[in-house]
Nanobody
Framework: QVQLVESGGGLVQPGGTLRLSCAAH????????MAWYRQAPGKQRELVAS???????RYADSVKGRFTISRDDAKKTVYVQMNSLKPEDTAVYYC??????????WGKGTLVTVSL
């Protein structure tokens, strides 16, 4: 079945950087809009950034100018480069794939903790 496998999470100090990766398996990757969501403790899951199959990107206001989403269709991988991290960026980050036919898939998530 389809699998989305996130990696790259961890503990980082405020102001630090991380790059998350999401490798997709058994999926026609190039037709999907890929996205990163996050969910902090006690909060709803929210969209962080998305990238369409023609590389149109969209960002949450809270991460604009700090995060950059990109994709490599040959590697079936989507990335998010996270700079100038803040404690409020602490959350579990989830990879999401959605097609125009409304097929939706989720990864299991990777934890990002921003703390001293």
């Amino acid at each position: 079945q389809v699998q989305l496998v996130e990696s790259g999470g961890g503990l980082v100090q405020p102001g630090g950087t991380l790059r998350l990766s999401c490798a997709a398996h058994r999926i026609t990757f190039e037709i999907y809009t890929m996205a990163w969501y996050r969910q902090a403790p006690g909060k709803q899951r929210e969209l962080v950034a998305s990238i369409t199959n023609d590389h149109y990107t969209r960002y949450a206001d809270s991460v604009k100018g700090r995060f950059t989403i990109s994709r490599d269709d040959a590697k079936k991988t989507v990335y998010v480069q996270m700079n100038s991290l803040k404690p409020e960026d602490t959350a579990v980050y989830y990879c999401n794939a959605q097609s125009s036919l409304s097929h939706v898939y989720w990864g299991k998530g990777t934890l990002v903790t921003v703390s001293l």
